[in-house]
């Protein structure tokens, strides 16, 4: 059965710290990944989608970028975090041939302080 | 992306059925429904998904008006564990297959 892992968990940061969080799928192949962020009291935003290894889409300028060094593999980083980055980030994966269902990660809880 | 319209907040007697409404009247004739809900603190879970006709499985089923307009998803016998934010988002089926979230229903399940 396939199994998506996010960590870390939680992560305390200050301000104009570097960033780095990674997402991995097991038991699928050649999967869709994507990155959400949810910010305090509002919606899930989508930040970046992949559709193939250096395959990155962004959906919204900001400070973040995101790479798909390996097929199962998803990082979301920064080079220096702002307090608006603070929220729940979440990362989902959809195989390719199937048109509906997207899995989500247990997500990590960022606070830039 | 059609923009869909949901209260923001309900109450469901645990053991009732749950019936969330979801108002979609731009939606076009490709674009699915899909609905979503997010546990506190979780990532979001699929529930269902549509384009025309009445849909039903396990965990829920689903409502679609005969000019697509609006949906309603039910939930048969509501537990404390179904208290969720829960989403409707419609958006055409495809290899991108991006979601949209809105800001959902906070639906509260009471004992």
């Known amino acids: 059965s396939q199994t998506i892992h996010q960590w870390p968990a939680t992560l305390v940061q200050p301000v104009g710290s570097p960033l780095s969080l990674e997402c991995t799928v097991e038991?699928?192949?050649?999967?869709?990944l994507y990155w959400y962020r949810q910010a305090a009291g509002r919606g899930l935003q989508l930040l970046f989608y992949s559709v193939g290894i250096g395959q990155i889409s962004s959906e919204v300028p900001q400070n973040l970028s995101a790479s798909r060094p390996q097929d199962r593999q998803f990082i979301l980083s920064s080079k220096k975090l702002l307090l608006s980055d603070s929220g729940f980030y979440l990362c989902?994966?959809?195989?390719?041939?199937?048109?509906?269902?997207?899995?989500f990660g247990p997500g990590t809880r960022l606070t830039v302080t | 992306d059609a923009k869909t319209t949901q209260p923001p907040s309900m109450d469901c007697a645990e053991g009732r059925a749950a019936n969330l409404p979801c108002n979609h009247s731009t939606i076009s004739g490709n674009e699915y429904v899909y609905w979503y809900r997010q546990i506190h603190s979780q990532g979001p879970q699929y529930i269902i998904h549509?384009?025309?006709n009445n849909e039903t499985n396990e965990m829920a089923s689903l409502i679609i008006t005969e000019d697509r307009k609006s949906s309603t998803l039910i939930l048969p016998h509501a537990t404390l564990r179904d208290t969720a934010v829960y989403y409707c988002?419609?958006?055409?089926?495809?290899?991108?297959?991006?979601?949209?979230f809105g800001k959902g229903t906070l639906l509260t399940v009471n004992p």
């Open positions: 989902a994966w959809r195989e390719q041939e199937q048109s509906y269902e997207q899995y």
């Open positions: 549509g384009l025309k």
């Open positions: 038991g699928t192949s050649n999967p869709n």
């Open positions: 988002i419609v958006r055409v089926g495809g290899s991108n297959y991006k979601l949209t």
